[in-house]
């Protein structure tokens, strides 16, 4: 039984966002004859690349096993950003400096492809340009943090300033960190909204979207693809895989590519408008700087707060799943100690073995995943490009191309170690902050 003073009587199981956008059936007709390119899944990765051959006159077909929406996309935190597990320095110590630049302009073309898409679609999703701030768990993070950002703008430009924990209570109402930085000119939007007003283009443009049909293989037929879905089979010239966290086993050698991990969410009750300037005062989305993130921001439409953390655990049941956010939250503001949650729901997220996102082409099939959590830019832009490449426009080269997409042996898609690597990562995260207080100390 779930305890009731830790839920608002009109708790939903559900996400946050599907308030105003909920997944819904979409019925845009059967596909007749063959398509130019199938897509297989609905989510921002398949939207994206189908916008793109839409409006270069091809015909598109997407199909989702689930209503279409119904995958991270519209599960998401909505933070816009240019995220890599790793930092510029590592991947400039690992691979050089030219190579590093290369990713980390393509995470800034990302992030700006996005906000022009949305801007030139004229999609209503709350996009803001409010700042982040990574609050660091420990004085080494603060210190590394620091270190890695001030690099990373002499190299590139990128613009960021240090909050020292004296200053913190400017950006969130939390003794938590150990100080933390603000890069202004990362961003937020309702991930909902977003989705459905892509999705809306696509159809908009003639794009037909099969919801509740599951593609169950992919096979060479002549010149062109066969799908065999949970409806009729469909001729294609080009496929795309696009699942991403919800990879199907049997799409073999994507799954042995992608870790799939759940991710955990909560939306608090509605707050007071003076509480919530007083809690996060410029309204920044914030995470913390372990492996293991924890992460809120304010919702973009209404005076809540939404929050996440727990990754990669496994809480099976709401009890659990509140009970352990609300942990979170009371740790990082505890005036919210005892706030009772209005939704709570889950997404599946796809790390990967090199923790770098992968696209390109397979046995003559696309793919796009293994975002790492930064699939809102990533799989947007990930999407563009691989239609630009199936274009044949020069545009769509990019530096992740052709990449090298590691697996190891053994794995077959079945994430059993998720929970122990977390727990390790924890690990690793606590002995920073006391290595750090011993030697301080
Ligand atoms: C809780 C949470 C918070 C996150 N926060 C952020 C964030 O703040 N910022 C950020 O950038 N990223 C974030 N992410 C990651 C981001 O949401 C994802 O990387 C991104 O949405 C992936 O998009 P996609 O289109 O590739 O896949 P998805 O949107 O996950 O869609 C995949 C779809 O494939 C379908 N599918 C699977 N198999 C089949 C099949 N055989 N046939 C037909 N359909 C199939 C599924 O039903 C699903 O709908 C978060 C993820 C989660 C879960």
Redesign the pocket.
Known sequence: MVDNNLLTPDFKNQPYWWDRAPPVPVASGGVSGSVDVAI????????SAALTLLRAGRKVVI????D??????????????R?LKKSFPELMQAHGRESALAVYRELDAALQTTRALISDEGIDCYIARCGRFIGATSAAHYDRMAKELEITRQHIGFDFHMVPKSEQRGEIASDRYEGGAVIPDLG?LH?GLY?RGLLERVLAAGGIVCGR????SVEPDGRLFRLR?SAAPVMAREVIV???????R??RWHARRVIPF????AATEVLGEEQLRRLIPHGR?VLDSNMNID?IRPAPDTTRLLF?GA?GSRLDSVEAMASRLGAIISRILPELAGVRLSHL??????ATFDMMPHMGCHDGIWY??G?????????TY??RKIAQQILGLPEGRTVFDGTHFPTVPLYGGNPWFVPYAMRYFDWRDRRDASARRSASG
């Open positions: 297989v899944g609905s989510g921002l990765t398949a939207l199909f989702d096993s689930e279409p929406g119904f995958g991270a996309s519209r599960r998401n935190a909505g933070y816009l950003g995220t937020s991930p989705h049909t599951e593609v169950r879905t696009a699942t991403n966290g919800y990879t199907p049997k799409f759940t991710a955990y969410m989305t992460y996440g990754t729901w889950t997404g599946l997220c796809a796009g995943m975002y790492n959590f930064a699939g809102v830019p990533m799989g990930f999407g």
